[in-house]
């Protein structure tokens, strides 16, 4: 588990990897899919998850030359698992700020 949360724990890894669950995503794109994060950020944590194996950068030699992502196999495998955690999220942590409602504090 430190292996896992010590990558996708990371502000954005989670974020970037659900986006990239729809299928293969040039740089600029991604970039407006997830607000907030500087050019700086997601070429890092793309980085990150592509040293891990769990994406794979291509390049379009164009004109004009983009770059695409996609996950890998491996970065594939996690969907059920992120599907897991948002439908968690959902239930417990809800609206109300990000907190656990009430009713499930026992």
């Known amino acids: 588990m430190t292996r896992v949360f010590g990558l996708l724990g990371k502000r954005w890894t989670g974020l970037i990897v659900s986006v990239l669950m729809q299928g293969p995503v040039y740089f600029a794109d991604l970039r407006r899919a997830i607000p907030g994060i500087s050019e700086r950020m997601l070429s890092d944590r793309l980085t990150e998850l592509s040293t891990a194996g769990l994406v794979v950068r291509q390049v379009d030699e164009g004109p004009p030359l983009r770059v695409s992502y996609r996950l890998t196999t491996a970065g594939s495998a996690l969907e059920p698992s ?21 009713e499930f504090r026992t």
């Open 82 to 102: 992120l599907a897991e955690l948002g439908a968690w999220a959902e239930k417990y942590l809800g609206a109300e700020g990000g907190t656990c409602p009430e």
